[in-house]
């Protein structure tokens, strides 16, 4: 009897295509594992793998934040210079004349702070020129790009800065969680969290809806320049956090940090779905392509491939991918 | 009490005014019409009733309260829904977010559960008898299913002032029948309507109260039972109504220009036979599901048959390909104006004359000037209403674009017209100089396929065909009765002619 009553028009609970479409990488990734398990003996170890993510975790985090304003239906190119641009303003606020700073003297403990907001300013200049006076997304934030880089080099007059006394900065790059590098965490965590707010939540719904049609989602109640200031504005912190990690690993901010990363970060979005056009693609997706990204590197690196090819290798590696996954998932990319 | 009042209001976009001083007012749980020519300003007023567009000046009142802040879009969500005129689907997400987009959690908590809103919309869906998956993407979907899940989604808010933007010119007859039930329940559990529509029996049979509009002024309002349609007729045009008696045109020449043999397209329709004659203008007639769209679309190239064969004057068409139909004669108004029917940001002048732009001009260059010339052309002859051949189309009213599309497709002097529900959205008075311009078209030697479920359309026709469920069921010459061509429509009755 109970029978009776349920619904009958509900569609049967199935394989949702969605589903399959974050899925389109999986196989790319699992010829990987086998071409490296191929080219290097030490490729297949844990410790092998882990350093992958590791690698790949600062990129990881400039493509969590450029997949979300990408679904929300903007672009911005200017998180490059902001992964080098953050961290080096707290060092160069922080640090003494001696060490390339500015003698300001503020206290170590706010290299980290500072480092943030400087990247809620570049988001919040950026949704303010791009929401409010209307400016063309592409060549704002190429603009912002080459703004900020420049303030990069005119503050250190083009020097790297390092300091081993400012552990504010330091500690998310280098530190170990429970035996794993803290970057990993921050990295896997940071997904998670996003991708069950992308899936479950209104608010991270909503993202997709501006993204798919804006004036439809304005007259649902989105409030779609709102949001999308606030992704704009996430997306900079996330550089810039990954820039703060990228000195804790590496040991200083170079005059070049983040250079070059943008086509990285659009080809690890794209590989895994994300739409130029806004409002199509998954998180999940886009960390299978940083993933990818990553191991493709870590290959080309364990065969010896000529230092001088890699960039050649790679490039083309990652068009191969994106017509493979363009192939594999049956959608057009656009 | 009133649901909702409006006094004073004033809307200009550059130099239009779009409403001069206007006033409604909807008294609580009547259904209240607002009519008016294309352009009147009806949809402007719609904007600045639901909140997404700011009056330069009046006020609005619901229910005694001042409208929320403009920047409050969750505060007019409980005021008002509304089913726009221009579609607020959005194509990447799944019909069912679509229904519930921005209330997805159903159980009021944080977190969404996909499997509940799924079920959910399935239940939504059938009641209106959409048969679509909800899981499916909105971009899927069909025009009048796109309209019948907007219909759902205002009207299952739970809100009590409704707001229906001509819901009625992409649907079918039993889905406008389906809608009124709805509609009338509703009612009777205290809902207020603002209905705007073209077909006015509609007005007739589910209003209690009207509102004119005309050139952007308020010009009545009155009970319903106290008017007669031609009265009605009479305060939108500003005119006497003058029965036209559409121009005779000659008897059909006896070459045929579209010949169609063995066409069959998977699920929409399979074996069509058609020939139509130069001069000679055919109906095709069908329900929604019928597949009559599809066969149109079929033969200006927006799809592709699985089987058969298109000709046009003789010569095969290229199957799928719209340039090959076009430089075949062919010239067509589709039936999603907004996907295929103009380039919105580009002047009217530039979208009527898109497929002549190689007339216009020596060695690839286009003439503004000429161009402007066949534009105001066409501005008189269809009656578009607006400031001029440069606007852009983006900023007409809907029954306007629909114009546009209309001057587009008889710009090029095709030897085959194919129009797919040619007068969706066009005023009663504009409706007579679109099917004046057909006829027109036809005398001066085009063949016309008319795919419409609009009687008013179908009734100039010389012959017409009526499709059921994928092959024709019926075909009527001339001078059919209305009952005997909706019974066939309908898959009621038995077809008369042949
Ligand atoms: N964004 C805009 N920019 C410029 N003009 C506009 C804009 N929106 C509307 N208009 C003009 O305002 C007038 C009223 O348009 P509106 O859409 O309200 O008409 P309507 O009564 O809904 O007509 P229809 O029956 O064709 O839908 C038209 O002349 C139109 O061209
Ligand atoms: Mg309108």
Known sequence: MSDVSAPVVAARPRLQVAKLRDLALLPAIVVLLVVGFIASPIFLTGGNLLNVVQQQSELGLVVLGEALVLIVGKMDLSLESTLGFAPALAMVLVLPTSEHGLGLGLPQWTALPVCLLAGVLIGAINAFLVLRLQLSGFIITLGMLITIRGVQQGLTVGQSLASPNMPSLYYLGSAVWFGVNASIWIFLLLFVIAIVFMGYFRHGRSLYAIGGNEAAAKAAGIRSTRVTAIVLILASVLAALAGAMMVGHYGSVTASQGSGWIFNAFAAAVLGGVSLNGGKGTLFGAMCGVLMLGLVQNILTLAHVNVYWIGAINGAIIIGALVLARLTSGKAQD | ?498
């Not at chain 2, 799809?303 to 090959?324: E, M, W």
């Open chain 2, 1 to 498: 009490m009133n649901a909702v009042e409006a006094s004073n209001i004033t809307k200009r976009f550059g130099q239009t005014v779009a409403l001069n001083d206007v006033r409604i007012t909807v008294a609580d749980g009547e259904t209240h019409a607002l009519v008016g020519r294309n352009g009147a300003g009806k949809s402007t007023l719609v904007s600045m009733l639901t909140g997404l567009n700011r009056p330069d000046s009046g006020q609005i009142t619901f229910r005694g309260e001042p409208a929320p802040s403009l920047s409050d879009r969750q505060a007019w969500r409980t005021k008002v829904a509304c089913v726009y005129q221009k579609s607020t689907i959005i194509p990447t997400l799944t019909v069912a977010e679509n229904l519930f987009i921005n209330r997805q959690s159903l159980d009021g908590g944080p977190v969404i559960s996909w499997s509940r809103l799924r079920r959910t919309a399935g239940d939504l869906l059938s009641e209106y008898g959409v048969d679509v998956d909800p899981n499916a993407d909105a971009a899927a979907l069909t025009v009048e299913q796109r309209q019948l899940v907007e219909i759902a989604r205002a009207l299952s808010f739970g809100a009590k002032f409704i707001i229906l933007d001509e819901p009625t010119a992409q649907l079918d007859g039993p889905a406008i029948e389906r809608l009124f039930e709805r509609m009338r329940s509703l009612r009777a559990a205290g809902v207020t309507f603002l209905f705007i529509s073209h077909h006015l029996q509609e007005i007739f049979e589910i209003c209690q109260t009207v509102t004119v509009f005309r050139d952007a002024r308020h010009i009545l309002t009155s009970p319903v039972a106290d008017l007669s349609k031609d009265q009605l007729v009479e305060s939108m045009t500003g005119e006497a109504v003058g029965l036209g008696a559409g121009p005779s045109r000659p008897t059909p020449a006896p070459e045929s220009i579209l010949d169609i043999q063995g066409l069959s397209l998977d699920k929409h329709f399979s074996g069509i036979d058609l020939s139509v004659r130069k001069g000679e203008v055919v109906g095709i007639a069908g329900s929604g599901s019928s597949g009559k769209v599809e066969l149109g679309e079929v033969i200006v190239g927006l799809r592709k048959a699985d089987t058969g064969t298109v000709a046009v004057s003789g010569k095969a068409l290229k199957p799928g390909s719209v340039p090959a139909a076009l430089a075949g004669g062919v010239g067509f108004v589709p039936e999603d104006r907004h996907k295929e029917g103009f380039v919105p940001g580009m002047s009217i002048a530039e979208n009527a004359t898109f497929p002549i732009t190689r007339r216009l001009g020596r060695f690839g260059a286009v003439s503004g000037r000429r161009r402007a010339e066949v534009a105001e052309q066409m501005i008189g002859d269809l009656a578009i209403k607006t400031s001029g051949p440069e606007q852009d189309v983006a900023d007409l009213s809907g029954g306007n674009q629909q114009k546009v599309v209309m001057a587009r497709a008889l710009s090029g002097d095709p030897a085959l017209l194919v129009l797919m529900d040619p007068t969706a959205g066009v005023d009663v008075k504009s409706k007579e100089n679109l099917l004046d311009a057909v006829d027109r078209a036809a005398a001066a030697g085009a063949a016309v396929l008319v795919i419409s479920d609009e009687l008013d359309d179908l009734r100039p026709c010389d012959r017409v065909l009526v499709m059921f469920h994928g092959s024709v069921a019926g075909e009527f010459p001339a001078g059919w009765t209305d009952n005997e061509l909706v019974s066939v429509i309908e898959g009621i009755g038995e077809s008369s002619g042949e």
